[in-house]
């Protein structure tokens, strides 16, 4: 079993910055891989990036360049750095766990968090 807790959500207007944690504990040597996803009100679950047990990480087209996956071993933290943000970036982000490896897709993940809001005001 492995549990996830995302922080670091909030309002922040057009053009700022947030940074995401998602603090994992249990038994978290069995990850393959690690994700964020998002979820807008009335939309689906979207990849947003993920990063694999060697340090490569993946992200969607509407992010790249803006945002960045970072992982700390020693912490058993995984970070979402969100810059430029935009009122398009609003939603749900939910941190992910995979045991087979990354994936864009929500069902390939076996551990979700509860997720933080994050709202852009334009």
């Known amino acids: 079993q492995v549990i996830l807790v995302e922080s670091g959500g909030g309002v922040v207007q057009t053009g700022g910055s947030l940074r995401l944690s998602c603090a994992a504990s249990g038994r978290t040597f069995s990850i393959a891989a690690w994700a964020w996803f998002r979820q807008a009100p009335g939309k689906e679950r979207d990849f947003v990036a993920a990063i694999n047990d060697s340090g490569r990480t993946y992200y969607a087209d509407s992010v790249k360049g803006r945002f960045t996956i970072s992982r700390d071993n020693a912490k058993n933290t995984v970070y979402l750095q969100m810059n430029s943000l935009k009122p398009e970036d609003t939603a749900v982000y939910h941190c992910?766990?995979?045991?087979?490896?990354?994936?864009?897709?929500?069902?390939?993940?076996?551990?979700w968090g509860q997720g933080t809001q994050v709202t852009v005001s334009s």
């Open positions: 992910a766990a995979s045991l087979s490896g990354p994936a864009r897709v929500p069902g390939r993940y076996d551990y």
